[in-house]
C-alpha cells in the first residue's frame, strides 16, 4: 500500500472472474487500499457503511477511480457477459 499512497498517479490492473469477483495480484492490493480508504473516510460509529451520503461515497469512488486502472471497464464487461 506504501507504493500507492506514495504516488496518487499508481494505477494496479484488477482482474476479475466471471461472477464479477476481483482476483489475482491487483485483488489483494484492491482490499487493502479499499479497506484504507473506509478507515479513513467512514466513521466507527456508523452502523452500515451504505449509509454514509452520496458525498462521501462519491469521495471514495473517485479515489478507487484514481488509482486502479480498468476496474470500471473490465466489471461493466463482466456484467453485461453475465
Given amino acids: 500500500m506504501k507504493d500507492i499512497a ?10 476479475f472472474t ?7 495480484l491487483g485483488s489483494v492490493k484492491l482490499s487493502s487500499y479499499i479497506g484504507s480508504l473506509a ?7 456508523i452502523e452500515d ?6 458525498e462521501r461515497k462519491t469521495v471514495l469512488w473517485k479515489s ?4 486502479l486502472s480498468y476496474i470500471v471497464s473490465i466489471f461493466v464487461a463482466v ?3 453475465s
Fill in 79 to 81: 456484467l453485461v457477459m
Fill in 18 to 24: 466471471e461472477l464479477g469477483e476481483p482476483c489475482g
Fill in 49 to 54: 457503511w451504505r449509509k454514509i451520503g452520496e
Fill in 39 to 45: 478507515r479513513e473516510h467512514v466513521p466507527i460509529i
Fill in 64 to 67: 478507487v477511480q484514481v488509482i
Fill in 6 to 15: 506514495k504516488d496518487p498517479n499508481t494505477r494496479i490492473k484488477v482482474d
